[in-house]
């Protein structure tokens, strides 16, 4: 699931693991309990994502890597903020060779939108699950709500350089191939989602 910080892939890729009863992989998810628990990869991740840029391309596919070697992957996944640029989607072609077609889904949304969104987007400062627009309260746990330290104003428009400098090209890397797809976050959740199954369905011939 591809699109670029703001445009919903993660709320959409949860959506689409729990309809086809598969993880959803996160990589945010993943540094951001890394950072929490204080390990090494968590010290290394802390100052790259408070600033809004990537983590280093190799410890990725290193986390990527040992995530996928886990059972629950092994009927297939979802990946949410994985590939992020072309050296790791190269690595990621070597990690699914023969395990079954790569299903690319870009969704698009203007910058516009995007800043609006992250600028004003909420998670759970217990657990770290991003809240719906109309939570008090994190839906989860309970817990306070708070911004993440990466959607202030000034790192929104730097993680929005990022993307374009380094992740947009990922885009023109998978758009050449018969399963990639792209569809328009620039609408309510429930017509992106519907986008996003119909898009799947063309390639997948309607299988679950």
């Known amino acids: 699931m591809l699109g670029a910080p703001g445009a919903g892939k993660g709320t959409q890729a949860e959506r689409v693991a729990r309809e086809r009863r598969?993880?959803?992989i996160s990589t945010g998810e993943i540094l951001r309990?890394?950072?929490?628990q204080g390990n090494e990869l968590?010290?290394?991740?802390?100052?790259?994502?408070?600033?809004g840029r990537l983590v280093a391309d190799e410890k990725m596919i290193d986390v990527i890597r040992e995530r996928l070697r886990q059972p629950d992957a092994a009927g297939g996944y979802v990946l949410d903020g994985f590939p992020r640029t072309?050296?790791?989607a190269e690595a990621l072609d070597g990690?699914?060779?023969?395990?079954?077609?790569?299903?690319?889904?870009?969704i698009e949304v203007p910058e516009e939108t995007l800043v609006r969104r992250l600028s004003t987007r909420m998670i759970c400062g217990t657990c770290g699950t991003l809240a719906r627009p109309?939570?008090?309260?994190?839906?989860?746990c309970g817990g306070a709500l708070v911004q993440r330290t990466d959607d202030s104003d000034d790192v929104v428009?730097?993680?929005l350089q990022v993307y374009a400098r380094d992740t947009q090209p990922i885009v023109e890397f998978y758009r050449v191939r018969p399963t990639f797809r792209s569809?328009?976050?620039?609408?309510?959740a429930e017509a992106v989602a519907a986008d996003i199954a119909a898009a799947l369905a063309s390639v997948t011939g309607g299988r679950s």
């Open 134 to 140: 109309t939570d008090k309260v994190c839906g989860k």
């Open 42 to 51: 968590g010290k290394a991740a802390r100052a790259v994502m408070d600033a």
């Open 157 to 159: 428009r730097e993680r």
């Open 86 to 88: 072309v050296r790791q």
């Open 183 to 188: 569809v328009d976050g620039d609408q309510t």
């Open 22 to 24: 598969v993880p959803r």
């Open 95 to 106: 990690l699914v060779d023969g395990a079954g077609s790569l299903i690319v889904v870009d």
């Open 33 to 36: 309990e890394a950072v929490s």
